[in-house]
């Protein structure tokens, strides 16, 4: 299964730092819903667009 990934971000960011939320906020903002899945294969945040219920 594919899905588009509009952002991604290192899982080791510092404590405090969320780069993928606050993209994910901004994609939100700006009309396109999206939210953060974590990829445990490669150790990052994706953002991604929200699915449709």
Do not use: C, K, Q, W
């Not at 971000?9 to 993209?23: L, T």
């Not at 700006?30 to 939210?35: E, L, R």
Request: cysteine-free; charged content about 25%.
């Amino acid at each position: 299964m594919s899905r588009e990934i509009l952002a991604h971000f290192p899982a080791g960011n510092p404590r405090g730092s969320r780069p993928a939320e606050e993209r994910a906020a901004e994609f939100t903002a700006a009309g396109n819903p999206a939210t953060v899945v974590m990829d445990l294969d490669s150790d990052r945040f994706l953002v991604v667009p929200e699915r449709a219920s």
